[in-house]
Every structure is written in C-alpha cells, then in structure tokens.
C-alpha cells in the first residue's frame, strides 16, 4: 500500500503559467550573451579555439592539438562546434557560430526538465491528495503546473547562469543528464523514444568527457526502473543496461576514461559547501523540503529518478575537490525535486523567497544602472573612477540597441514584482517567479549594458593585440611554458602559428614568449634576446615576456 501524498492542490492551484511569458523569460535567459563578445578567458575560450582549430583543418579532428598539443578533449562537443562554424561562419561570426548549438543545448536542456517533470508528476504517487467533496487539481492540470515551477527552478538556480552560457562540454553533459531523466520518466506514455533517448543519453555524456557520471546513472536508473510499478518502466531494464555498456565502449573507442578524482583534505570540506551553498541556490532549499515533506515516498520514481542524478553529482564534486563542473550536472534532477517541494511549500516560507528576491534583485539591477549611468553621463561619479581602476583604458560605448532590451527587461521585472504582491496566492509556481525573473533580469543587465566592460576585462583580445605591436601576425611563436588559455588566445585572437611542444624553443620559431612577473626582470634564455614584454588591462604583476631569437642561432 501506497503511503499518502502530502500534496494538497486544488483546480485553481494548478492553473499552469501563460506560455507567452514563460517562452519570454526563457528567452531572456538562453539569448543574452550570445552575440557581440569574444570568448572569454579559461575554459570558454579553450574549447572555442580547439572547435575553430578543427573547423578550419588546422588540427586532426581524431585527435586535435592546440599549439601542437594534445588536450584533454572531450570529442563530441568539439566536433559540434567545429560543424557549425564549417556550416555557419562564412555568414557569421565563427565564436558566434559556435555558440549556437550550445545555446540550443541549454535550451534542450530546459525543455526536457519540463517534459520530466510533467511525466513524473502524472504518476499515481505524485499526484496530490483528493478531497473529501471534490475540487482537486486535474491530474494533467497538476502536472504541468508542477513542471512550470522545475523550470522556473532550473533558471533561477545560481550555478547555471555563467556555466550555462559557456562554450564548453559541460553544456552537452548536462543535456544528456536531462535526457536521460526525460527518458526514464516518459517511459509509461511512450514506446519506443524512451529506449533511444536513454542510449543517446549516456552515449552523449560517455562521448562528452563524463563516461563515469554515464556508467553511474546508468546502474542507478537501472535500479529505479527494476523496482517501479509500472510494467513499461520495467521494460526498460534491459535497454538501460545496453544504454550503460554502449557508453562505456564509446568511452574506450575515444579514449575518454580519465580519473580525475582528486585527493580530500579535511579543510576542503567547507569551502566545498559553501560553494553548494550559492551554486545551488534557491533549488536546494526546496530540495531539503522535498526530501522532508516525501520521505515516506523516497523510492517511488518521481523521487527516485532525479535523486539518482543529483547524488551521483555530488559524489564526483566532492571527488573531484569541489569541482563546479561535476555539480553543474546536478541541477536538472535538483529542479525537479525542487518542483515538488511548491505543493508542499508553506505560506510563511513563500512569502519570505518572495521578499528576499524582490529586494536582493531588486537591489543588484539598480547597481548596474547606477554604474552604467555613471559611465555614460559621470554621475555619480564615483563607480566610474572605480572602473577605470579595475579596467584601466576601458572606454564605455553607447550602444541604444541593448538600452532598449535593458529598459524593457526592468520594465518587465517591476511589473512582475508589482503582479506578486498582489493577490495571486493560488498557483502552485508562484514562489518561483520572482527567483527566476531577478536572475533572468540580471543576467540580462549584465549582458546588455555591462556587456562592454565585461568584455574588455575578460577577453585576452587587449593582450594579444599588445603582442602583435611588437609581432608580426605572420611570424611563428614558440610557447612552450605558456598556459593552454595563452596559447589559444595567441591563435583566436592573433591568428598566429603557435608552437607549445617542449623543446619548441629549439626549433624554427623566431620568436618566444613565456610568462613572467614584473616585479623581476626576465631572463632570456639562451640563443635568445629580450624584445619587450606585453601585460594586458586586468594584469598587475603578470606579463607576456617577448623574445627573439638572435641571428646566429637560428635553425637552419
């Protein structure tokens, strides 16, 4: 015998959000970003330089290089890259081509979070209590009500919001755990989708640098399907189990096992949750009260299924020394999870998300109005002089394009603060809304009126263009103590040919940068003289030391 729901939703509860404005906000959080800015230092520019590498046959697509260097590169999402800037880059620009399909990637991934969640919570043990004389929520009224809070969950959730909107593998691995939840969760109402999902699933995350995370759902879902109630579920059993060992052999055929597990001290364990802290806010909040309000339905599937994914996650963070990376695949089962805490959710705590973010959104959009007036008339006149110091040559332009989005995303959010406090206590999303609308608003400010500035600081495009004073665009450069990240914006942004094997100081190059220290003066090395040294806008004590070789010891 089933243990009783503690969800209680009437018809009126489970009125779903207009579809015009949830299309709107998730377009307000997928779009911005994605045009008019470089690749971004770190892991975001690394991978865009490898796709472009491949896209314009500079590398092998097998086994690419950077600077001559083989990386730890996760196949499958490069080579979606390097296709659409194949495709796309003679229309447009190849880092915008790039991202693209990753963008489509974030977008799959919020989608799926819904249709999971709508399948999971038409499931008998999920659905809400039924009233003495009538008047409970329709069963696929309450389903859909249920998965317009997961994504209003899954956008208002901290971590995604830079990860999410990156160039990296990451975005593939987290639409393959989405997937694979989709998958498993569809399986009573579709035949045979839910069998080709799973296989793509872990096929996608084993070819995407995540074979581990792959191998692990995989036994998890195994499990869940084996004790659910519904026969179609059970049917899966077999196809997880081929799914599984698909992934693995896809992962030996490209050479993807990595172990990257990395010893723990006990001093990491509470930078690590801090970390889970901000990373997974607000979803974990909800999360604990699911997990509370649900215990007597833990291992029914619509608990079950995301908690497989949420915990193996936290499992490969914690060994993998608080990687945000491996808790970035966390956040569709925490969505999930999180939307089933809304039916439960008492009125006191609503309230209290509610107030919190209206004012701590409310409070980050006027700081990045004030900085950006300040910017653009000098009043006041203090933020400027502050960017200035931070950005030194920085020059704020007037872009009237993304002040049109940025006024009528404010407008849009004080209309959204203004229709809360009013009297709209019924729907079972409401407690989302405004968490998801002030990160979305943000996020949005940032990448339209901040855009310039954040650009300009986290681009190295400053540096090389630096570089390329005193370096002709033709010449080869020799680097081989440079950082990946430096290499990859010598070839994004200079178009040099970049030579970062060890040993390439011997070889043919004519010139060798390395990094140094300002503070101390850069010793040449030997057959070589110092030419000038290049230090980019953000860098204090960091420099590109630029040498040349000396005609008498040049290769023959």
Known sequence: MSSPTPALVTQRGARRLPRVALLLLSAAYVLPGLFDRDPWRNADLVAYAQMAAIAEGRTAWLAPTLGGVPGDTAL??????????????????????????????????????????????????????????????????????????ALL?????????????????????????????????????????????????????????APAMAAAIGIGGFVVCQRSSYPEVRRCVPWVAVATLVAALLASALDAWRLRALPLAPADLWPIARQWAWFLWPSWLLVLWTLWRWRRQLLNRHIALPLVVVAVALVSSVAMRGS?????????????????????????????????????????AITIWVVYTSLMVGVPAKPAANVTRLVPGFDAPFAP??????????????????????????????????????????????????????????????????????????????????????????????????????????????????????????????????????????????ALAIFRRQASTAAP
């Not at 003679?90 to 799959?108: E, K, M, N, T």
Request: proline residues 6%; glycine residues 8%.
């Open 76 to 149: 499958l999402p490069h080579w979606l890259g390097a296709l659409f800037i194949a495709l796309l880059s003679p229309l447009i620009d190849s880092d915008v081509a790039a991202r693209l399909p990753f963008a489509l990637l974030l977008a799959l991934t919020m989608a799926s979070v819904w249709y999971t969640t709508f399948h999971l919570a038409r499931t008998e043990a999920a659905q809400p209590a039924a009233f003495a004389f009538g008047g409970e929520a329709d069963p696929v009224d309450y389903a859909r009500a249920i998965a317009d809070g």
């Open 153 to 209: 969950a899954l956008i208002a959730t901290l971590g995604l919001l830079q990860l999410g909107h990156e160039t990296t593998p990451e975005l593939a691995q987290l639409f393959g755990v989405s997937l694979f939840l989709w998958a498993l969760a569809s399986a009573p109402y579709r035949h045979w989708q839910p069998r080709l999902g799973v296989i793509a699933a872990l096929a996608l995350l084993a070819g995407s640098g």
């Open 401 to 542: 394009v993304e002040l049109a989005f940025a006024i009528a995303g404010t407008v849009a959010w004080l209309w959204l603060v203004r229709w809360r406090t009013g009297r709209h206590r019924e729907a079972v999303w409401k407690s989302m809304v405004l968490p998801a609308g002030g990160v979305a608003l943000n996020w949005l400010l940032l990448m339209t009126l901040w855009l310039p500035m954040l650009d300009y600081g986290r681009s190295s495009r400053a540096l090389v263009e630096r570089v390329a004073l005193m370096v002709p665009r033709s010449a080869c450069i020799a680097a081989p103590r440079l950082s990946t990240v430096q290499v990859a914006a010598l070839e994004v942004f200079g178009r040099y040919r970049v030579d970062a094997r060890a040993g390439s100081a011997g070889g043919d190059c004519a010139f060798l940068l390395q990094g140094v220290r300002l503070s101390q003066r850069p010793e040449p090395p030997p057959g070589w003289a110092l030419a000038a040294t290049a230090q980019g806008p953000r860098d204090r004590d960091e």
């Open 324 to 364: 945000d990376r491996a808790l970035l695949l966390a956040l569709p089962g925490m969505a999930v999870l999180a939307a089933f805490a809304l039916p439960t959710w008492k009125r006191s705590t609503s309230a209290a998300v509610d107030w919190f973010s209206m004012f701590f959104f409310s409070a980050a």
